[in-house]
T-cell receptor, first 116, second 114 residues
Framework: GAVVSQHPSRVICKSGTSVKIECRSL??????MFWYRQFPKKSLMLMAT?????????EQGVEKDKFLINHASLTLSTLTVTSAHPEDSSFYIC????????????FGPGTRLTVL | AQSVTQLDSQVPVFEEAPVELRCNYS??????LFWYVQYPNQGLQLLLK??????LVESINGFEAEFNKSQTSFHLRKPSVHISDTAEYFC????????????FGQGTRLTINP
């Protein structure tokens, strides 16, 4: 149980285009989802916390207009990288917390974004 | 604010040797501690966690970690490693009221040599 999927697993796009990444909790309801960014050989950096039905809470330094997050249902959150540039290339990982659950987050497999 | 320090960025060991991956944290409130493992090009998988109770926690694949409040540590150990344990290991802390966010350490790359 507690499986989180991400789609796509890899995406390559041209500079200036927008890319949408989906994060789904497959077998549980997640009131809270988290989006992380991981640079090569670095730790995970929390970008934002997404609560179902409300606006996401972004961490300091993360541009909310560039990284649009939508959490429309208890099983789906999306991250849209708008007007992507090469510096946005990274590994994006989402996680989900069980509705009513405490502390533990279940992580998706990640999405490798490459912006040319 | 909480922080996590993993003192070793890389740890090479021989197969069947014991290993310890170090993790220290700082927090002014009660904490919940986690170890996650990341295999190449994959997301994170929970290895083990400390929420309360016994300070020694174990995983199903032979890893264990001990919460030491006085030393603010949560070191990960395994008495005999396998090639398949080669991965990146992250220590994380969640703290405070609500304890929503996870703060990760820098990660330790464990490399098992035959």
């Amino acid at each position: 149980g507690a499986v989180v999927s991400q789609h796509p697993s890899r995406v390559i796009c041209k500079s200036g285009t927008s890319v949408k990444i989906e994060c789904r909790s497959l077998d549980f309801q997640a009131t809270t989802m988290f989006w992380y960014r991981q640079f090569p050989k670095k730790s995970l950096m929390l970008m934002a916390t997404s609560n179902e039905g409300s606006k996401a809470t972004y961490e300091q330094g993360v541009e909310k207009d560039k990284f649009l997050i939508n959490h429309a249902s208890l099983t789906l959150s999306t991250l849209t990288v708008t007007s992507a540039h090469p510096e946005d290339s990274s590994f994006y990982i989402c996680s989900a917390r069980l509705a009513g659950g405490l502390f533990e987050q279940f992580f998706g497999p990640g999405t490798r974004l490459t912006v040319l | 604010a909480q922080s996590v320090t993993q003192l070793d960025s890389q740890v090479p060991v021989f197969e069947e040797a014991p290993v310890e991956l170090r993790c220290n944290y700082s927090s002014s409130v009660s904490v919940y501690l986690f170890w996650y493992v990341q295999y190449p090009n994959q997301g994170l998988q929970l290895l083990l966690k400390y929420l309360s109770g016994s300070t020694l926690v174990e995983s199903i694949n032979g890893f264990e970690a001990e919460f030491n409040k006085s030393q603010t540590s949560f070191h990960l150990r395994k008495p005999s490693v396998h090639i398949s344990d080669t991965a990146e290991y992250f220590c994380a802390v969640s703290a405070g009221q609500g304890a929503q966010k996870l703060v990760f350490g820098q990660g330790t790359r464990l490399t098992i040599n035959p």
